[in-house]
């Protein structure tokens, strides 16, 4: 069973359309393995209704945070894509997968629906967490690693 890397609680499955995704019912993030953020990105709905399947119960102590990979263990990397500068995720180097922590697949969802297009904003249960804008990138834009292709739209930064 996969545990969640920020409060090690174990990670239950849903099924987002025909894509099957991990998350946390206590901390609210969501692992997604290699190809599932693509594929749920493809429609922001489907990405919003995946943050939205597994609702944050309680804010996770700092010190409970492992960020390991849920998967292979390996330390999670943060990172940006280039398109969304500001919002930080988690990602394994070593397996691809990406950690949304609670509230980041909302934003990703609002970030990619074209300007003006309107959706109805339902109010979350419980605490929530505002996502405020990450400190300066260190460095420059890097490319994707070539032996990791990522659609245009999702270009990590490191």
């Known amino acids: 069973m996969l545990r969640c890397p920020v409060c090690s609680d174990l990670l239950h499955r849903k099924a987002i359309n025909t894509v099957q995704v991990d998350g946390c019912v206590t901390c609210g993030g969501l692992w997604l393995e290699k ?12 990405l919003r209704e995946a943050g939205r399947s597994f609702t ?26 280039d398109r969304f500068r500001g919002l930080r ?16 697949a909302e934003e990703l969802a609002r970030r990619l629906e074209p300007a003006g297009a309107a959706h109805p904003v339902e109010p979350e ?31 990590p930064v490191e």
Do not use: Y
């Open 35 to 46: 190809g599932e953020l693509q594929r749920l990105s493809s429609d922001p709905r489907l």
């Open 56 to 81: 944050r119960q309680q804010e996770p102590p700092k010190a409970a945070r492992s960020d390991a990979c849920p998967a292979c263990a390996q330390p999670l990397s943060p990172f940006e894509f």
């Open 89 to 104: 995720l988690d990602r394994c180097k070593s397996c691809n997968s990406v950690w949304l922590d609670h509230g980041e």
């Open 125 to 155: 249960p419980g605490p929530t967490a505002a996502l405020g804008p990450a400190g300066p990138v260190p460095g420059s834009p890097h490319p994707a690693d070539p032996a990791d292709p990522e659609p245009d739209l999702f270009s």
